[in-house]
C-alpha cells in the first residue's frame, strides 16, 4: 500500500511538502514518481526518481520549483515543492513504476497511493 501525506491549503509562492509511504515495500528494486491530477483534467506527470535515486526526471511546469527525493532505508518518497503557483492545484499521487528507471508514462507504474490534496490560492 502507498500512503501519500502532506497535502493541504497553501498560498502562491508557499512550499510543501508531499511524503508517500510504501508500506509493503514494492518500490525496493523499482522507480517511483509522482502524479497529479487537477479536476477536469487528465492525470499528468509530475517527477520521478530511480531505484538508487541517482536519476531524476521533471515536467517542465515544475521543473527548478519541485524536487523529488526517496529514502530506501524508510520506504519514503518525497517531493518538496517551493514556489508553488496556482495551477499547481491537484490531488497528488504517488506510484512505483515497473522498471529500476525513473520513467514518465503512467502506463508504466503499477502501484497508486490514494493522492493527497494541493490546493494554491492566489
Known amino acids: 500500500q502507498l500512503q501519500a501525506s502532506g497535502g493541504g491549503p497553501v498560498q502562491a509562492g508557499g512550499s510543501l511538502r508531499l511524503s508517500c509511504l510504501d508500506s509493503?515495500?514494492?518500490?525496493?528494486?523499482?522507480?517511483m514518481a509522482w502524479f497529479r491530477q487537477a479536476p477536469g483534467k487528465a492525470r499528468e506527470f509530475v517527477a520521478s526518481i530511480s531505484f538508487r535515486g541517482s536519476t531524476t526526471q521533471y515536467s517542465d511546469s515544475v521543473k527548478g520549483r519541485f524536487r523529488i527525493s526517496r529514502d530506501t532505508a524508510k520506504n519514503m518518497l518525497y517531493l518538496q515543492m517551493d514556489n508553488l503557483k496556482p495551477e499547481d492545484t491537484a490531488a497528488y499521487y504517488c506510484?512505483?513504476?515497473?522498471?529500476?528507471?525513473?520513467?514518465?508514462?503512467?502506463?508504466?507504474?503499477?502501484?497508486w497511493g490514494q493522492g493527497t490534496l494541493v490546493t494554491v490560492s492566489s
Open positions: 506510484a512505483v513504476s515497473l522498471s529500476p528507471y525513473a520513467t514518465t508514462d503512467s502506463t508504466n507504474y503499477r502501484y
Open positions: 509493503r515495500r514494492t518500490s525496493s528494486n523499482n522507480g
